[in-house]
């Protein structure tokens, strides 16, 4: 890394923390007193909108979106690949609005958590797994029905770029009993803001939209599927976009 990457990485922090202090004080005193919507929009779309906006001038990471139109005009549950902080800043300002699973312990962050807190997102203590994962179904599924869209990260945590994380199925099972699709997203994200370290390079992310999904009846087995479903589409994007090798290439020494 060159030193004037680094500064222009330093200054990036610098003002992305300064601008997250000052906005969640000033949404302290203005926010409480709007309606949700236009409370998210306040709160989370217009410094989302920044973030990714002083990644693009700082940091030289643009973005360029495929599948706009496969976005359906109803709300439904967001399932997408989870590789750095950046698809965060983005989906949250693309769709809203919107309404995701985070830890618990965010909440007390000074400012920032609790500005999250006037979300409305749905926080779970990922030490009690079983609870989370009703917590899930039994707050997503009253979301939806209010018209806010859910982002699930079905990996759990950010993955390092280059490789795929298991899919959960509490995103396709909150779909299916609330008899909606889930929208899979795919990105690669992580090629240019990395899960580990402080260090960015510029390019171009890619961002994919596919269509919406639906579940071939109901059930655990119909969940099982759409989530094996939504899996591979999102393996075959991240492998059609580079983020992994070809299915027939073999691993470096391994005889064909």
Known sequence: MSILQAIRIFLFYLL?????????????????????????????????????????????????????ENVPKQPCVILSNHQSTWETFFLSAYFSPLSQVLKRELLYVPFFGWAMAMLRPIAINRDNPKEALRQVASQGDELLK?????????????????????FSRGGTALAVNAELPVLPIAHNAGKYWPKAGWGKRAGTIEVVIGEP?????????????????????????QRAMGSLPPVDEKPQGQMA
């Open 16 to 68: 992305l923390g300064t601008s997250s202090l000052l906005w969640c004080s000033l949404s302290f005193f203005i926010a409480p007193f709007l309606p949700f919507h236009k409370r998210y929009r306040f709160i989370n779309v217009y410094w989302c909108r920044f973030a990714v906006l002083l990644t693009r001038v700082m940091l030289g990471i643009h973005y360029k979106v495929s599948g706009a």
């Open 146 to 166: 209010q018209g806010v869209w859910v982002l699930i990260f079905p990996e759990g945590t950010r993955v390092p770029f280059g490789t795929v994380g298991k």
């Open 213 to 237: 999904m639906y579940a071939n009846g109901t059930g655990p087995r119909a969940i099982a599927e759409l989530n094996d479903r939504a899996a591979a589409w999102n393996e075959a994007q």
